[in-house]
């Protein structure tokens, strides 16, 4: 795997490329809860300092208003995102006939990665986001309060997913650029 | 010699007609995500919407302001830190046993003391994970009935000063607390068994589900114009600040 992380990262465009994406997930991830209240500060007749602000405090907050362990999650997905979305690039680009069907599967693996990632988020002990709720919704809080992570077991899933998108990728990226015998 | 003839290595390609194995679980995760989506950006599920209980003024209060949405309008019967008519009015929906919650309360505690009668503590129960929040919820309006609003802050602070949060309060000890902020012992105890507040404390859930609320600690500041400002999870005291300069500011 590491071989292939240097053929993609040797190239300055890709490593910086590579940053600004997992720094952009990882933004988004953590004001996702409070979008709701960012829309409202956006549309307040606060000055566009004042609102640029309260978002960097909001960025700056994760640390408060999340578990160190749902920190890490975050960090983690959003880092194996753009490193998966590099290399599939990176795939993509080596020879882009061969490589439809095993495209398709990263694809699935980096979204699935996400998906659980996101389910991941949230206070570690007070609930994920997205499943508290939803718990709430269907009586079911109890299946939460049992899961020792309180919800971020689906982070793990998550990272465990775009680990093996990236062992099958780096797979690709170490193979020759040959015709297979049938 | 004879040669043998061996048949060369291959290896299989995998083809596009092939089903992809991953397929049908990611799906059932991403249909999950849009299941979630939807509830999420619904309000938090069928019970959204019809959470503006106990909307009416209670006899001899006066309503402080009209709230945009479905926060529940703010009343004499809220359990308020500061004055009620104060501009700024940050309604937090708390679990007892949200170790973030605890953390917020300190955040909140300071914001209060630091703007005096600028803004207005409401307490309303939220809902999390946790099984014992209300159990303790209904602990805190027993001290209300019993002691006033003070009992009740009083309640409410020293369960967060006591409480190992994460359900590891012991609920025996829940009229040892009352007790201690000098409410009567079996008054209290004979509250508790009633379970006369169970309901009322399920019904904040609601409307915390109708603010918007997903998780505890959630915050709503409402600014004096009626605007409001959700805020989700203990954000640091600079956020928390922040919002209420600028709820001051949004007047008209």
């Known amino acids: 795997m590491f071989r292939a992380f240097k053929k993609v990262f040797s190239s300055t465009i890709y490593l910086l490329t590579t940053l600004l994406v997992a720094g952009i997930v990882y933004i988004i991830f953590i004001i996702f809860p409070n979008f709701s209240f960012l829309g409202s500060v956006f549309i307040s007749s606060a000055s566009a300092v004042k609102k640029a602000t309260i978002l960097f405090s909001l960025i700056g907050g994760a640390g408060t208003s999340n578990s160190a362990l749902s920190v890490f999650i975050v960090m983690a997905i959003s880092i194996l995102f753009a490193v998966n979305l590099a290399m599939l690039v990176f795939v993509a680009q080596k020879n882009r006939a061969t490589v439809i069907a095993d495209k398709k599967k990263n694809v699935l693996g980096m979204l699935g990665g996400s998906v659980l990632g996101i389910l991941g988020i949230g206070c570690g002990a007070c609930g994920s986001l997205i499943l508290t709720p939803l718990a709430i919704s269907i009586g079911a809080t109890g299946f939460l309060a049992v899961l020792p992570f309180g919800g971020s077991e689906f982070g793990f899933l998550g990272i465990a997913l775009f680990m093996f998108s990236m062992y099958s990728l780096s797979k690709k990226i170490n193979d020759p650029l040959i015709c297979p015998v049938e | ?252």
């Open chain 2, 1 to 252: 010699m004879e040669i043998e003839n061996k048949k060369p290595r291959t290896r299989r390609v995998k083809t596009d007609s092939k089903q992809n194995p991953y397929l049908i679980p990611v799906s059932i995760i991403i249909a999950g995500l849009f299941m979630s989506a939807g509830l999420y950006f619904s309000g938090g599920g069928p019970s959204a919407g019809t959470a503006n209980v106990n909307t009416d003024p209670q006899p001899g209060s006066e309503p402080a302001q009209e709230v945009q949405g479905d926060v529940r309008e703010v009343t004499e019967a809220d359990h308020i830190r500061g004055d009620i008519s104060a501009p700024v009015k940050i309604i937090e929906y708390v679990d007892l046993e949200c170790p973030f919650c605890q953390r917020f309360h300190d955040t909140l505690s300071t914001v209060t003391e630091e703007y005096g009668d600028q803004v207005a503590w409401i307490y309303r129960h939220g809902s999390s994970v946790h099984q014992k929040t209300v159990a303790e919820g209904a602990a805190t309006e027993c001290a209300a009935e019993l002691g006033g609003n003070d009992a009740f802050w009083a309640y409410v602070d020293r369960m967060f000063e006591i409480s190992p949060v994460n359900d590891g309060f012991d609920l025996e000890e829940l009229p040892d607390v009352a007790q201690y902020v000098g409410l009567n012992r079996s008054n209290f105890e004979a509250c508790i068994e009633s379970g006369k507040y169970e309901e009322y404390v399920e019904n904040d859930f609601l409307d915390q589900q109708a603010a918007g609320g997903r998780g505890t600690p959630h915050t709503v500041v409402v600014a004096p114009n009626g605007k409001m400002f959700p805020i989700q999870g203990a954000q640091p005291y600079n956020v928390v600040k922040q919002t209420i300069d600028l709820a001051l500011e949004e007047t008209e």
